[in-house]
């Protein structure tokens, strides 16, 4: 037993010891190092900053980007016509309303056509017996017992499915008038036009570009020749950038230099999901000289 108090008396000098060293013989940090100690501890706890990593020269802030197309238009083929043939190939350069690609027409249009007109009268009926039911619900709110909560609770959530329904309804509507549009247009002339000039990029005869995509089915895509530089502002420079606004543009391969225009400034970060710094989408023209996919260097003045 005495030999453990010895040990434990032992331990304890050294650690009293080591204290003194530590306050009394070690140099304090100036006001300035323990500051700075501070804000590193602080950044360790807290993750990153609050101020934004920004690249400035003289002349600004520096911001790069790449060169896309302002547009981009996806043509698909449709599987319940027979198709026929297509008329461009991979990087022409088309004017608007150039003829992509057609269809044979047949007596499938007009089946089709039959079918959704067909629909419209189920879909008049469901509205019919929708509004009724949603009439019939006001009617028994208002004449039930307001103190019987549960059962005033049940109607509710019923003329709220009633409602509901409804909307879904119009929409289908809605969307059978537009692809009964659309198929009558095929049966006029079974051609598909592109929406504006430019260069098709892709003629894809799988029908499918990227399956992980939005765009997978798309069979042609057509580029715009009008182009623009996206880059990713901060909230902290956000106030720096607005529409029609000058800002210089630089391409990093052949070292050209453009006084070009802000043409869109997103009101909505591009990562609200997140905690992090709010980034937010910022469009900058550019000649359409510069080849797509260049790399450019934007520089934003502080104003």
């Given at each position: 037993?005495?030999?453990?108090?010895?040990?434990?008396?032992?331990?304890?000098?050294?650690?009293?010891?080591?204290?003194?060293?530590?306050?009394?013989?070690?140099?304090?940090?100036?006001?300035?190092?323990?500051?700075?100690?501070?804000?590193?501890?602080?950044?360790?706890?807290?993750?990153?900053?609050?101020?934004?990593?920004?690249?400035?020269?003289?002349?600004?802030?520096?911001?790069?980007?790449?060169?896309?197309?302002?547009?981009?238009?996806?043509?698909?083929?449709?599987?319940?016509?027979?198709?026929?043939?297509?008329?461009?190939?991979?990087?022409?350069?088309?004017?608007?309303?150039?003829?992509?690609?057609?269809?044979?027409?047949?007596?499938?249009?007009?089946?089709?056509?039959?079918?959704?007109?067909?629909?419209?009268?189920?879909?008049?009926?469901?509205?019919?017996?929708?509004?009724?039911?949603?009439?019939?619900?006001?009617?028994?709110?208002?004449?039930?017992?307001?103190?019987?909560?549960?059962?005033?609770?049940?109607?509710?959530?019923?003329?709220?499915?009633?409602?509901?329904?409804?909307?879904?309804?119009?929409?289908?509507?809605?969307?059978?008038?537009?692809?009964?549009?659309?198929?009558?247009?095929?049966?006029?002339?079974?051609?598909?036009?592109?929406?504006?000039?430019?260069?098709?990029?892709?003629?894809?005869?799988?029908?499918?570009?990227?399956?992980?995509?939005?765009?997978?089915?798309?069979?042609?895509?057509?580029?715009?020749?009008?182009?623009?530089?996206?880059?990713?502002?901060?909230?902290?420079?956000?106030q720096l950038v607005s529409v029609g606004q000058d800002v210089?543009?630089?391409?990093?391969?052949?070292?050209?230099?453009?006084?070009?225009?802000?043409?869109?400034?997103?009101?909505?970060?591009?990562?609200?999901?997140?905690?992090?710094?709010?980034?937010?989408?910022?469009?900058?023209?550019?000649?359409?000289?510069?080849?797509?996919?260049?790399?450019?260097?934007?520089?934003?003045?502080?104003?």
């Amino acid at each position: 037993m005495k030999k453990v108090l010895k040990w434990i008396g032992i331990i304890l000098g050294i650690i009293v010891v080591g204290f003194i060293a530590l306050n009394f013989l070690m140099p304090k940090p100036t006001p300035s190092e323990t500051e700075e100690m501070n804000q590193v501890m602080n950044e360790m706890m807290m993750g990153e900053t609050t101020q934004s990593d920004v690249v400035e020269t003289e002349k600004g802030i520096v911001y790069n980007g790449k060169v896309v197309p302002v547009d981009t238009y996806y043509y698909t083929k449709d599987p319940t016509l027979t198709f026929n043939q297509v008329y461009v190939k991979e990087g022409d350069i088309i004017e608007d309303k150039t003829l992509l690609f057609d269809y044979k027409i047949d007596g499938s249009i007009d089946a089709q056509i039959d079918v959704l007109e067909k629909d419209f009268l189920n879909m008049k009926q469901e509205l019919d017996d929708y509004y009724t039911r949603l009439e019939n619900i006001k009617g028994e709110i208002a004449g039930a017992n307001q103190e019987d909560k549960a059962y005033i609770n049940f109607l509710n959530v019923e003329l709220n499915n009633a409602d509901k329904k409804i909307s879904e309804i119009k929409v289908q509507w809605t969307n059978a008038e537009a692809s009964i549009e659309k198929l009558k247009k095929m049966k006029k002339d079974g051609k598909v036009v592109s929406d504006i000039g430019g260069l098709i990029y892709k003629v894809n005869e799988s029908n499918s570009i990227d399956p992980s995509s939005k765009t997978g089915s798309a069979y042609i895509v057509l580029y715009s020749t009008a182009k623009k530089v996206r880059i990713s502002v901060s909230e902290y420079e956000y106030q720096l950038v607005s529409v029609g606004q000058d800002v210089e543009v630089t391409i990093e391969s052949t070292n050209e230099n453009y006084t070009c225009k802000i043409i869109a400034v997103d009101t909505m970060p591009n990562n609200l999901e997140t905690e992090d710094t709010s980034y937010y989408n910022v469009e900058v023209e550019i000649p359409a000289e510069v080849p797509y996919g260049y790399s450019a260097i934007v520089t934003v003045p502080r104003q």
